[in-house]
């Protein structure tokens, strides 16, 4: 079991970075698997990336819409998920959603399946 909080959110300009930040309370066991998705009003949820808690090398991976901008990180000293994201559009705009899984696909698409997920923290871009 993992509880999961989300941070830093924002309303920003086109073009400014945000970073993401998600705390998660390990109960029984690290996940194996973490990641971020997000959801626009009126859209389906989309996986934006992942990151396996079990490789040493931080294996991750993203969609293409983000690639280039957005970097997923992880301390795992501090059990902090991150999301560093770059040049953002107001397409971006959303909530956004950490989650955990402690089996099956690590893929960025399948996050949003995850069953564990925080609350979220709403990012507003503005052109």
């Known amino acids: 079991q993992v509880q999961l909080v989300e941070s830093g959110g924002g309303s920003v300009q086109t073009g400014e970075s945000l970073r993401l930040s998600c705390v998660a309370s390990?109960?029984?066991?690290?996940?194996?698997?973490m990641g971020w998705f997000r959801q626009a009003p009126g859209k389906e949820r989309e996986g934006v990336a992942s990151?396996?808690?079990?490789?040493?090398?931080?294996?991750?991976e993203s969609a293409e819409s983000v690639k280039g901008r957005f970097t997923i990180s992880r301390d795992v000293a501090k059990n902090t998920l991150y999301l560093q994201m770059n040049s953002l559009k107001p397409e971006d705009t959303a909530m956004y959603y950490c989650?955990?899984?402690?089996?099956?696909?690590?893929?960025?698409?399948?996050?949003?399946?995850?069953?564990?997920r925080g609350q979220g923290t709403q990012v507003t871009v503005s052109s």
């Open positions: 989650a955990a899984t402690y089996g099956g696909s690590c893929s960025f698409f399948r996050v949003p399946e995850f069953p564990f």
């Open positions: 990151i396996r808690n079990d490789s040493p090398t931080s294996f991750s």
């Open positions: 390990v109960y029984d066991g690290k996940p194996y698997c």
